[in-house]
């Protein structure tokens, strides 16, 4: 880039400066050797000039190490110098001479004085340094006039009023010239500041322009006084409003806005604009040209004028519904975690509690096996505690803590096998719709629970029914990326097999279907529904890695679908049915029970010891460990999973085991977290009976294992 005028002239005035500085330096260098050598020079006069070397020295100096200040202080303060040094030398050359012809060396150095000050002196108390310079030489005339008036002398006189003549005519030429230049000067500067300025609002008008277009926020300016108001293409863009038809319209946000959220946010901004405030922001739904409601943040700046009414607002409107709807899929996600840590806790204190009524309420029927009346309580109790039991599953399974015994298996085979059952499942006003893809992939899931979803999904939707209407299930293949899963809350991708259920009966609104697979929830009547089925549902589908996602209109119907991953060629170990012995007393072996629930631990004894086995006890894993060492041989340990005192079931096992690696080991629990059961499977090699059991169950599992 070229350099501007005012640069060139500083440039000038410093290259004039030195240059003067390095005349004046040299020239007192050489007056005073050569004035000096020729006799010419000395006493004051020799003091006078080599006082000047010394400062022209100096200054030149430090005009080479700070250039910025060459064509200000140094060029006044070199001006001031020389005024006093100009008229000392010539002063006392003439007093010491008595003639006016050795002042030569000096007076007419005040000609380019004059010069050298108007064109470097860029600002530095230039005007009175001004008037100084332009009455430099009245000293030494002053001295002359004085001298001729006692010894007058016709020609001095003529020359030193000629001198004083010249010199004015010189300082008005040159003042004259300088003032035209410096307007000249000024008005360049202008113009050039004028172009600078409009260069930079162009290059300021292309980055907002750019950075407009660039990102994704709708970006606005808007003039109270006129009524225009500016958008950026994000307008259209993204809401669909084209900006150009509304540039004079203030009045179109206003309209945009959600009517539930309109009152709040005009209020907002009202009491900003009254007020004193210069910053509004508000979060809210705004209503898009297509009909679409996104959730917004707007964000303002506002300006006022002098008298502190409100002229002029700029802001930025950014989308942040995807922002929000992770946000409440992220809590829901929590509130779920956080309720089946809860379920399962409650399932685990539960099911101790039945295993003691189910297998009281046994020995209680076989008890009275002679009195009808009592017998009909022993069986109430025992339905009573299986419906209870029933319940607890239902939690587990929410709580994804339940064991699954998955087999790989052809979906749309096993939806053929269901058929019948869903027929007399639903109402005759209801019409069924089975759609299932021969190519559908197989699937790896337990089949009862599989089975158990889909007849939750078919109730639900024979519910949303009362007046007849239209069933559909459908199986099918379906790939699932990245942008499938933000929506799915899940962690996987790829090949997915399908399960919708869906129906056209009234529909759920977005707030019921958002707390649709909580437990306990249910828009039924009471007494019509426990509200854990969906939850039931929710839970399986997880412990399978697969999603589940429900669809909802009001008035309209019902989808929810079921996403399960295809099925890999591990192998999947089945889960053996117990046999029912036909004889379980008088068994035989030394058992070690270990249960930290009192109650427990005494009825699992004395079922154990009514079935015939020597069994000892412990209350913990520490308690078990000092009968191992102590206590003689056993044949089985029977301990509970979940346990106080640091050691849970499966290290209470290992070191077990360790002792005695013929022990067999049989696992107990109501709800097991991930000790033996991991992504819904029993650990290799585990034999687990699931509280709450009845004593028929549990002489099963203990003589099939004993006897392996």
């Not at 200054?59 to 100009?86: D, N, R, T, W, Y």
Request: contains cysteine; proline residues 4%; aromatic residues 8%.
């Amino acid at each position: 880039m070229s350099a501007t005028p005012a640069k060139h002239r500083d440039r000038q005035a410093r290259y004039a400066l030195l240059l003067a500085l390095a005349i004046s330096f040299l020239g007192s260098v050489f007056g005073v050797a050569f004035g000096i050598m020729a006799g010419v020079v000395a006493g004051v006069e020799a003091l006078i000039v080599g006082f000047c070397m010394i400062v022209t020295g100096g200054l030149l100096v430090v005009a080479l190490l700070q250039p910025k200040i060459a064509s200000g202080v140094i060029a006044g303060l070199l001006g001031i110098f020389f005024v006093f040094h100009l008229n000392a030398g010539s002063i006392v050359a003439f007093n010491q001479s008595g003639s006016l012809l050795r002042t030569l060396p000096y007076l007419p150095w005040f000609f380019p004085l004059v010069i050298f000050h108007y064109f470097t002196n860029m600002g530095f108390y230039k005007r009175p340094i001004d008037l100084l310079i332009r009455l430099g030489p009245l000293p030494i005339v002053t001295v002359v006039m004085i001298h001729l008036a006692g010894d007058f002398d016709i020609e001095e006189f003529d020359a030193i009023v000629t001198f004083l003549a010249s010199f004015v005519a010189f300082v008005l030429c040159v003042g004259l010239y300088a003032r035209n230049r410096d307007a000249e000067i000024r008005h360049m500067a202008e113009v050039e500041a004028s172009l600078r300025r409009a260069d930079e609002l162009r290059v300021n008008e292309e980055r907002f322009r750019l950075l407009s277009r660039a990102t994704n926020d709708l970006i606005w300016d808007a003039d109270l006084r006129s009524g225009r108001i500016w958008w950026n293409d994000a307008l259209q863009d993204v809401y669909g409003y084209d900006p150009a038809e509304l540039s004079r319209d203030l009045e179109a946000w206003d309209r945009w806005v959600h009517p539930e959220d309109r009152e709040n946010v005009l209020g907002g901004l009202q009491a900003v604009m009254e007020g004193a405030g210069s910053h509004w922001g508000a979060e809210y739904r705004l209503i898009c040209a297509d009909g679409r409601v996104m959730e917004v943040v707007d964000r303002a700046l506002l300006l006022r004028d002098e008298a502190g009414q409100p002229i002029r607002m700029v802001g930025s409107t950014t989308d942040v519904t995807r922002l929000r709807d992770l946000e409440r899929k992220l809590r829901q996600s929590q509130k779920m975690e956080a309720i089946g840590q809860l379920t399962g806790g409650i399932a685990h204190d539960f099911n101790n509690l039945l295993t003691i009524i189910l297998g009281n309420a046994e020995i209680l029927s076989e008890m009275t096996a002679h009195d009808a009346k009592m017998q009909r309580l022993a069986e109430t109790t025992m339905l009573a505690a299986e419906r209870g039991a029933n319940l607890t599953n239902r939690l587990l399974a929410f709580a994804r803590k339940q064991p699954l015994a998955p087999r790989q298996l052809e979906p749309g085979k096993l939806l053929n096998s269901l058929q019948g059952l869903i027929q007399r499942t639903i109402n005759e006003d209801i019409e069924i719709e089975f759609i299932a893809d021969p190519m559908a992939q197989d699937i790896e899931v337990d089949p009862g629970q599989f089975e158990n979803a889909v007849l939750n999904l078919v109730i639900n939707a024979r519910d949303a029914m009362p007046a007849g209407g239209k069933l559909g299930i459908e199986i099918r293949n379906l790939v699932l990326d990245d942008q499938d899963e933000q929506h799915l809350e899940g962690k996987n991708v790829g090949n997915f097999v399908m399960i919708e259920v869906r129906d056209n009966g009234h529909g759920m609104p977005p707030e019921v279907v958002e707390r649709a697979f909580e437990p306990f929830f249910t828009t039924k009547a009471p007494g019509k529904g426990s509200g854990m089925g969906l939850a039931m549902v929710w839970g399986f589908v997880k412990q399978s890695n697969g999603h589940a996602r429900i669809r909802s209109i009001p008035g309209q119907g019902t989808k929810v679908r079921l996403y399960f991953p295809t099925a890999t060629d591990s192998q999947v170990v089945e889960t053996l049915r117990e046999p029912v012995p036909s004889q379980y007393h008088n068994a035989s072996g030394r058992i070690l029970v270990v249960e930290d629930d009192e109650i427990v631990r005494e009825h699992v004894v004395m079922q154990l010891q009514s079935l015939g086995y020597e069994v000892e006890a412990a209350p913990s894993a520490i308690g078990a460990i000092a009968l191992l060492d102590g206590a003689g041989k056993f044949d089985l340990l029977f301990t509970d999973i979940i346990m106080p005192g640091g050691m849970n079931g499966r290290q209470l096992a290992d070191q077990a085991l360790l002792r005695d690696p013929s022990l067999r080991v049989l696992f107990t629990s109501g709800y097991s977290e991930d000790v033996i059961v991991h992504q819904g499977r029993l650990d290799p090699d585990v034999e687990l009976l699931s509280k709450p059991y009845r004593r028929i169950e549990l002489a099963a599992k203990v003589a099939r294992i004993l006897s392996e």
